[in-house]
């Protein structure tokens, strides 16, 4: 489902919420200065308590919390990524992150409910000399 | 919010959700006329218009509205997503319980088709919130309630085909199946977001709904029924707590049905045993199940074991979706908030012919926006 492209073309395709780079994805999230708790995307403000807010780079590795495979193929402008359907996932991130969805790409052992993964880059649309890319988990097979 | 006086249904309306191809300005005019009809009045009693819709264009509602007559009253558009419908009717029963009217008006109209609206996710994709299909964040509460449950995918079937079966007896639902739709047949049709199939999900085609509410004294003096009341309006938003989405914001998190529903009965000073007859938010099977437990029919993981029972048919001791629920019925957005209040004093007066309950006297509407607020009515017989 990924395609071979080289990592240094990869650029991702809202870099307010992600910077894909050659040494990964890197989660951009909000840290409360009350409580402590994170959020993803980034926060003006803590929505718990409306207190202060300050950025934090969020743990690339988590646990699904939920999946699913929607059958219909994406539309658009697409260079790569799925023709017929696609998987989804409720990551919970590790060091006490927030939950995040992204797409999940599965493999041959079938990523489950508190299955581990981490967060790699899917490209699907070329721009110019980049790729850009949406963020995906894929299954820590190690 | 609590009502400082008593607010009645005075009517309802709506046109057939889907079905033969008709615009929807003549379905707004329909449904707007259907429900003057029903209460009696003309509209030049009406003093206050909310008008709902979704995804109708900025000036759309109130230019449209103007086939009912310019009669100088306040016409405001209301939007608040799935739930604008309801939200049109809870500003309208706060407009006549606050005392600043006697006589409201909430109509509610979308039509998804005409818009370009495809919640299958079609468009060019800028990002993770438009690349995953809303369908897939109710399909990912139904994934996690299996692995933590043991639900099944025959028991999220047996909810769809049950609705289904209540839309056959329903004029206006959209889905109007020939014969009895099965468990089989759910489990068949096309897959859409594991593990939901196309019978487990609402269709969206075009429609209008509307309602008419009134104060005992506008009634009184207008000859107007008082035998449906409004006795709890409730409206909230979102709680924090962990495990929070701010991304994909189409589906919240189910405890604002709690919230909203155990306001509402304290309102209406009931309990859930009360409720003769129950519309949730059930744009796909998993909705209905998980909201049986948050509203308090049964127990926490106890739904699976209410649909076994079939306590939630239309004979069963608690009846739930009885117009078909948006998987039968339809959603078009706007004025499914509308139907469910629609349905609901359909029953509660008793003229649902073939789908009629026994002997209701109080109803509950629940219904979410975004996934972000939720609006819960109870309606009872007088």
Redesign the interface.
Known sequence: MTAQVAAESLVS??PE?YLISPAGVELLGSQSDVTG?T???R?LRC??TGGTVHPVSLASTGTI????????P?????SAGPETGYY???V?LDKNG??????LLQTESRA???SRVQAVPLP?RTVDDHVLS??AFEEVTA | MTMSREVFVAGVGMSRFGGPAQSIEERIVASGLAALGDAGIAYAEVQTLYAGSAMADPTFAVRVVKEFGLTGIPVVRVENASATGAAAFYEAVHAVAGGRVDVAMAIGFDDPAAKGIDF?????????SD???P???F??????RM?ERGTSVETLATIAAKNWNNARHNPFAERQADAEVTVEQVLAS?????PHTARMAAPQGAGAAAAIVISREAAHRLGVPTNVRVSAAQAHSER?E???????SIVGPPEMAHRGAYAAYDEAGIGPDELGVIAFHDAYAIEELLYYEEIGLCGPGEGDRLVADRATEISGRHPVSTDGGFIGRGHPGGPSGLAQIWELTQQLRGQSGSRQVRNPRSGLAHIIGAGSVCYTHILEAR
């Open positions: 395709i809202e919420k708790n959020f993803w995307p926060r929505p718990e919390w939920s999946w699913t495979l929607v059958s219909f994406w539309s658009g402008e697409f989804a996932a409720l919970d927030p939950r995040v969805v992204a797409v489950q409910v508190g699907f949406i963020l | 299958n996710n079609a468009g060019k994709v800028s990002g993770i690349a995953i299909s369908m897939a964040f399909s990912m509460w139904a994934v996690r692995a096309r897959p859409l977001s594991y924090y962990p495990g929070h989405l701010f991304l994909g």
